[in-house]
Structures are given as C-alpha cells and as structure tokens.
C-alpha cells in the first residue's frame, strides 16, 4: 500500500466519530455541522487541562502531553493527549530517546469525560495512535489506556490483531468515504439521544431496526474478507 500524502491525511478524531456513528462523522467533517451540548463541553474541559505540550518526569517515566502525530501509511494525524516513556534495562526493548540511556516503552494514554463505553470507538482510537507512534519511532507497543473522568480509573486496552485490523480498516474507509464526499444516511439507535447533533441528524425518521454501528460492522467486515483473499 502506498503513503497517503500529506494533504490526505485525516484527523484522528474522524475516526472515534465514523467508528461511533457514519451519519455523525459525515455531518461533522464533510457537512461542518457541529453543536456542544454538556458533554462535547466536559469534554473539552477535561482536554484542555490535559493537552499543555509539556514534558513531565517522573523518576524512570516521562510523560508528554499534547503530543502531535501521524502515520503517512494510514494517512492520519493528530495529538495524543498523554504518551508515557517508561525506561528499562540497557537491554530491555524499546525506543531511544535523544539525551536519554536505556531503552523506553511507550504508551499512549487518552482521556475522556465520561465512563467505559459499550462499543469499541475509544479502543479504536487509541489503538490508531499507538499505530502512529509506531510508524514514528518504529517500535511496537503492546497495550494503552483510556482514562475515564467519571470513573477516575485507566482501563487498559491490548492492541491485539483484532483491535489492529479493526482499526487499519476503519482507516480505509475513513478516506473512502471522505474522498466520495457522501454523508451516510441517517440511521436510528438508542444512543443517538446522546449526540449532540441529533436535531440536525433526525435519525427517528428512518425508524428503529437500522443500526449505524451493524452498517460500519458490515463494511469493514467486507473489506476485511477482501483482504483475506487477495
């Protein structure tokens, strides 16, 4: 597969958004309509206290926060709220850090406002940067967490090749359908009272029994069979 250029690339929240609803990441990226409701606020909030692009150490740990990142591969960029350098032994595996002995593990760490989800968007878009970072620093980094505000806890998320294909095919259609320039269509489900852009969507007028999530899920799962077989 060749890079995509540079141009091309695609925000890495586009891909929470498409992996939570196609009908919201339409309206938001390629129709510009978006809406703060209490939670896109708290949201922002908790972002703000996180993204400072600064350099924190801790004994054997560095954590930097607002990091910018990207992966010309999978054509995406974007800033990672916090990134965790562990260091190990001399000859542990890991990266190199300029300035730096020993060997460093890395892990990316994102934070939200709310709690755990029951869908996979966030581990998604975790698992996208840690993909990034791997592409940046050729390295491969086995696990990440997603901090949620209302628990105050980390849950910890494994990039399994389950995770990573689901998200390196979501990233194809991601560019797909942003290059079509097609918004999907509306679709109802029981999350979508939660979105702060339900009133632009009117997702009820297509009625129950479609799911934004089963269309995503047929999809990718097509073009992961595609892969499969060439």
Same mark, same amino acid.
């Given at each position: @597969?060749?890079?995509?250029?540079?141009?091309?690339? %695609?925000?890495? *929240?586009?891909?929470?958004?498409?992996?939570?609803?196609?009908?919201?990441? &339409?309206?938001?990226?390629?129709?510009?309509?978006?809406?703060?409701?209490?939670?896109?606020?708290?949201?922002? $909030?908790?972002?703000?206290?996180? =993204?400072?692009?600064? /350099?924190? /150490?801790? &004994? !054997?740990?560095?954590? +930097?926060?607002?990091?910018?990142?990207?992966?010309?591969?999978?054509?995406?960029? &974007?800033?990672?709220?916090?990134?965790?350098?562990?260091?190990?032994?001399?000859?542990?595996? #890991?990266?190199?850090?300029?300035?730096?002995? #020993?060997?460093? %593990?890395?892990?990316?760490?994102?934070?939200?406002?709310?709690?755990?989800?029951? =869908? !996979?968007?966030?581990?998604? %878009?975790?698992?996208?940067?840690?993909?990034?970072?791997?592409? @940046?620093?050729?390295?491969?980094?086995?696990?990440?967490?997603?901090?949620?505000?209302?628990?105050?806890?980390? %849950?910890?998320?494994?990039?399994?090749?389950?995770?990573?294909?689901?998200?390196?095919?979501?990233?194809?259609?991601?560019?797909?359908?942003?290059?079509?320039?097609?918004?999907?269509?509306? +679709?109802?489900?029981?999350?979508?009272?939660?979105?702060?852009?339900?009133?632009?969507?009117?997702?009820?007028?297509?009625?129950? #029994?479609? *799911?934004?999530?089963? $269309?995503? #899920?047929?999809?990718?799962?097509?073009?992961?069979?595609?892969?499969?077989?060439?």
């Amino acid at each position: @597969m060749t890079d995509y250029l540079e141009e091309d690339w %695609q925000p890495l *929240s586009a891909l929470q958004h498409l992996a939570f609803c196609p009908r919201q990441w &339409g309206l938001i990226h390629i129709e510009q309509v978006w809406v703060e409701n209490r939670l896109t606020m708290e949201g922002h $909030y908790l972002h703000e206290r996180v =993204d400072e692009d600064t /350099v924190e /150490v801790r &004994g !054997n740990e560095r954590i +930097v926060r607002g990091l910018r990142i990207h992966s010309a591969r999978l054509g995406l960029v &974007g800033r990672a709220d916090a990134v965790h350098f562990t260091r190990g032994s001399p000859d542990a595996t #890991g990266v190199l850090l300029p300035g730096e002995t #020993g060997r460093w %593990q890395v892990e990316p760490v994102e934070y939200k406002h709310g709690k755990p989800k029951a =869908d !996979n968007c966030d581990a998604v %878009q975790l698992c996208a940067q840690a993909l990034c970072l791997e592409d @940046m620093l050729d390295t491969r980094i086995a696990s990440g967490s997603l901090f949620y505000g209302k628990t105050r806890r980390r %849950q910890e998320i494994q990039f399994d090749l389950a995770l990573r294909s689901e998200t390196e095919a979501l990233a194809a259609e991601l560019h797909r359908l942003y290059e079509a320039q097609k918004t999907p269509p509306a +679709v109802y489900a029981d999350y979508c009272h939660r979105c702060s852009i339900y009133h632009y969507c009117k997702p009820e007028t297509m009625g129950r #029994g479609k *799911s934004a999530r089963r $269309y995503l #899920g047929t999809t990718l799962n097509k073009m992961l069979n595609e892969e499969d077989t060439t």
